[in-house]
């Protein structure tokens, strides 16, 4: 079997309470998994936990085979820039700029070319040249979309990034993220109030009462 992409073990974690205690995860090349629950259980809290936002309280987690949160700051900066993707509910894109320069800004940084294939199957391919101010907030999701696989992660993480779609252009993006893992063996992380989106992942857990369990 193939080393996973991402472990973690024993992950704890509070702020004036506990959040959660003693998470076990893994996930492995071209595997999609969804963490799904309440507001407030502390899905977010965990992506970036796995994601090099945030160090646990305890716990080990171990990204690419390195222990995560022993590397240094350029080390950790060098993951966000090439290996890791990262998107997010709201697009954060960069207004006074097109589409194109938007996913530019991420080619550039992580030396890799953008593809028409990824603009085409996202249907964004003819709004490359608006300013992102013209683009529906659907089309600036997809436009931030393409920007983070434009960059070829190894691994995607995504807080809840099909919330604000309507439903046909939420299954659109995840075919899109979908087809990305299982053509490159990437992992995609996916948290999200969406069931309909979660059972399309190959793995389903759920986090609540502070545990997160494997739904089966």
Avoid: W
Avoid at 134 to 143: A, D, I, Y
């Amino acid at each position: 079997m193939s080393q996973s992409l991402l472990e973690a073990r024993g992950i704890t974690h509070s702020f004036d309470y506990t959040l959660f205690t003693d998470i076990n995860f893994s996930l492995a090349p071209s595997e999609s998994a969804a963490i799904v629950g309440r507001s407030g259980s502390g899905k977010s809290t965990l992506l970036h936990i796995f994601s090099t936002f945030m160090k646990p309280d305890e716990g080990k987690v171990t990204l690419f085979g390195e222990n995560l949160y022993s590397l240094n700051d350029d080390e950790i900066e060098a993951l966000r820039r090439y290996d890791v993707g990262i998107i997010f509910q709201f697009h954060y894109l960069f207004k006074g700029m097109s589409a194109m320069e938007n996913i530019e800004v991420a080619s550039m940084l992580s030396g890799e070319a953008i593809e028409d294939a990824i603009l085409e199957k996202l249907e964004i391919k003819e709004l490359m040249t608006k300013k992102v101010g013209e683009l529906s907030g659907g089309q600036q999701q997809r436009v931030s979309i393409a920007r983070v696989l434009s960059k070829k992660p190894r691994i995607i993480f995504a807080d809840e990034p099909t919330g604000n779609l309507d439903q046909e252009t939420a299954e659109l993006v995840m075919d899109v993220l979908l087809d990305y893992i299982k053509e490159t063996g990437a992992g995609l992380l996916l948290v999200t109030h969406d069931a309909s989106m979660a059972t399309r992942c190959d793995k389903t857990y759920r986090l609540g009462d502070k545990v997160l369990k494997e739904e089966v």
